[in-house]
């Protein structure tokens, strides 16, 4: 099953973030730039689904995608900061089409055996017994 695995957009610094609950952190100026740009990067892409993290920075990272493709985000939280790999590889494989899924850095290092930037997306296979990384895409200007 192919995934479009996607680490959330630049969303500023945790610890200068003033609210309380980090869930709630949003896109800086530059991430809503680069999930705007994730349209564009994402057009010849053939997936019928999108799936994210519920935290807000997330979420807000594959919504200009959902709008332009007429898709509604689907908030999940196997894909939450600290929920594991398993649990996110138990989603990817019960997918019956290819997926955006947009995630935090720890998830996408624990996929990929190192650290994804921000905004930037890897094609995933995801198979049985594990994962193949079939391309990486730089994060949108």
């Known amino acids: ?22 869930r709630l952190r949003p896109l800086d100026e530059r991430g809503q730039r680069q999930a705007e740009g994730l349209v564009a990067q994402l057009a010849e892409r053939d997936f019928s689904r999108i ?4 935290y807000v920075r997330c979420m807000q990272s594959v919504e200009p995608l959902a ?17 594991g790999e398993a649990a996110a590889l138990e989603l ?5 089409a290819p997926a955006v899924a ?20 890897a094609m995933l296979d995801v198979f049985a017994d594990g994962v193949d990384v079939l391309e990486r895409l730089d994060p949108p200007a």
């Open 1 to 22: 099953m192919i995934v479009y695995l996607v680490r959330h957009a630049r969303a500023g610094h945790r610890e200068s973030w003033a609210g309380d609950d980090d």
């Open 51 to 54: 799936l994210s993290s519920p």
């Open 67 to 83: 709008e332009a493709r007429a898709l509604t985000v689907e908030a999940v939280d196997e894909l939450a900061e600290g929920a």
């Open 92 to 96: 990817f494989r019960s997918l019956d």
């Open 102 to 121: 947009c995630v935090h850095g720890d998830l996408a290092a624990a996929l990929l055996g190192e650290n994804l930037k921000k905004g930037a997306t």
